[in-house]
């Protein structure tokens, strides 16, 4: 096996594994790591169509309607229409996915901690991110990500 595809194996192994994990940090609330992504993109930028919402997912390349489908289903989520446009449906929070939201944020920083304290403290961990970024340089990964650090950084 040559160097690009150990980087290859290991960038999806990687992902898997942290995926698997935090799956189990979030099991005990009965929802994935990909609804949970969801539950805070409408936790601090609600309401939004699914398009919109679609836009600002890292975890979702094409449309997550089965994904908030569930989140409904769960009672988690609910759709109204839209204000601006009688045609169009929104997405919000219901007062149970509000609640779930600051004990997701506990999940996640203990996942977050998880990852950062198994990383070798040989590892500068901006120049590790560093990498990664010049990875989907150029992508709508990339788009994606800006685009939610735009929200975070309004929210503070």
């Given at each position: 096996m040559n160097n690009a595809d150990l980087l290859r194996y290991l960038i999806n192994a990687v992902q898997k594994e942290g995926h698997k994990k935090y799956a189990e940090f979030l099991s005990p609330l009965g929802i994935t790591?990909?609804?949970s992504e969801v539950?805070?993109?409408l936790s601090k930028k609600e309401p939004l169509s699914l398009k919109e919402l679609?836009?600002?997912l890292i975890c979702e390349s094409k449309s997550p309607s089965r994904l908030v489908q569930r989140l409904v289903e769960n009672g988690f989520i609910y759709k109204s229409k839209s204000i601006d446009d009688n045609r169009k449906s929104v997405l919000h929070l219901t007062s149970q996915g509000r609640e779930l939201i600051p004990?997701?944020?506990e999940k996640e920083k203990l996942f977050n901690d998880y990852n950062l304290?198994?990383?070798p403290s040989t590892i500068d961990i901006e120049d590790f991110i560093a990498v990664l970024k010049y990875q989907i340089q150029g992508t709508e990964s990339e788009q994606k990500i800006e685009k939610r650090r735009k929200i975070d950084s309004?929210?503070?």
């Open positions: 790591p990909n609804q539950l805070q993109v679609g836009n600002l004990i997701i944020k304290s198994s990383l309004s929210l503070n």
